[in-house]
Every structure is written in C-alpha cells, then in structure tokens.
C-alpha cells in the first residue's frame, strides 16, 4: 500500500473552471513534489516544498499554484487550463535534503487529468 | 548539464528470460545520485534503487540487480528469470547534489514479458 495518497484519481474539468489536486503523505517526510507526466514521456518536475517552503519552480505556468498547508498535505490549485495541461499529475515526498545527501522520492498513484 | 540516455524505446521477452535495460548518464558534479522507477499501468512510480557516486558496488535484490560504472557512466538494471509482473516502464533518473533533490529522469524503457 503507498503512504502517498492523491485524490481525485480521475479529474475532467472545462478550461473555465477551478479545482484542485490533494496529496498526503503519511512517511514524515519534510519534502514533496509535484511532477507533470505526459503520455509516453517521463515525468516532469514542476514545484518542490521543502519543510513547508517552495524551494522550486520550474517556470510553471501561472495558472498552476502550489500550496502546502503542512508537512503532510500538498495541494495544486487549477484554474483557467488549457486542453495540452491534460496529463497525469503525480505528488511525491522525500526525506528533507540538503547537506545529508539526496533520497529517493516516494510517489503517489496520480491523477489523471483531462481539460476539455 | 545533466542527462539520462535510455537509449532502448522497448524490450520484449518472453517469460523466464532475462533482460538488460540500459542507462547511460551524463553530470558535471563529482557526488551524483542515480535511481530506477518502476512504473507499471496503473501509473504509480516504484521506487527500486537509489545509488550514490561513490558506491560502486553491484546490488542484488531477489531477481533484480544493478551494475555501476563510473568509468562508462552506465548504470544497467538486470532482470532474471522474467515474469508477466515485470511488464511496465523503467526510468532510470539522476539527481545531482547540488541540486534541490530534483529527479531528472531518462525517457524510459516499456518492457513487456510476454506469457
């Protein structure tokens, strides 16, 4: 069984709405991500919380917002996508790094997102 | 820059059979991290391995094993005696340590194991 959990699994949403993804990780990890996948390509980093903070952005459009209520909960708010933002949005946690090295990430089951 | 080369698009086998996925990597930082996912159809990413730069001892675990070498950057990941299970898509990623623990993955590698 993950300890990273996501919801919704599935996600249909019109380019004029707002709605959000939700993670949990229950590892205690102080570290948590958000990756874009695309189908048949590899997962893409887009933000990294590090105890709490937004440690990264990678130039990820604005209508994509990240936020992080604790150590446990991750969310990403949508708002205004565009059909080409379907994809599958996978969460992740980690141990926190820094100058104790670099940790695998676990990763949650995803969600499928589809903007019509 | 960094980079991961997956250079095998997809694999086929039959059951029992055992595979080779390759993974050659490219970073300018002396302490490195190198993995593998799995990620099987329900799309959810298994962690497999983590490896750092300076331990370049071979692992084994149960039917998979890893082989490093610095020396031709590679990092291949061996599966014996194939099972139906086994069918997903392998990534092989790196992180640098002077990056903020982000996973740069290669383009992966579909193997199926055909019954």
């Known amino acids: 069984d993950t300890e990273v959990t996501q919801t919704p699994k599935h996600l249909v949403m019109g380019m004029t709405n707002k709605k959000s993804l939700k993670c949990e990780q229950h590892m205690g990890h102080r570290a948590m991500y958000w990756y874009k996948q695309k189908a048949k390509k590899p997962p893409e980093l887009m933000f990294v919380?590090?105890?709490?903070?937004?440690?990264i952005n990678e130039s990820v459009p604005s209508r994509f917002s990240p936020e992080c209520p604790n150590s446990s909960l991750l969310n990403l708010h949508l708002h205004a996508l565009q059909p080409e933002d379907s994809a599958l949005y996978l969460c992740?946690?980690?141990?926190?790094f820094g100058a104790g090295g670099v940790y695998e990430q676990y990763f949650g089951p995803g969600t499928r997102l589809t903007v019509t | 820059a960094q980079k991961v080369t997956q250079a095998q698009t997809e694999i086929s086998v039959v059951e029992k059979e055992d595979v080779t996925l390759d993974c050659v990597y490219e970073?300018?930082?002396?302490?490195?991290?190198l993995f593998w996912y799995k990620q099987p159809p329900s799309g959810e990413l298994v962690f497999l391995i983590r490896r750092n730069s300076f331990d370049e001892q071979n692992e084994i675990s149960g039917r998979y094993s890893w082989n490093f070498q610095k020396s031709t950057s590679s990092f291949n990941f061996t599966i014996t005696a194939s099972q139906v299970v086994d069918s997903a898509v392998y990534f092989c990623?790196?992180?640098?340590?002077?990056?903020?623990?982000?996973?740069?993955f290669g383009t992966g590698t579909r193997l199926t194991v055909i019954p």
């Open positions: 970073t300018r930082d002396t302490t490195y991290y």
């Open positions: 919380y590090s105890y709490e903070k937004l440690s």
């Open positions: 992740a946690s980690s141990p926190p």
């Open positions: 990623a790196l992180s640098e340590s002077s990056g903020a623990n982000n996973l740069f």
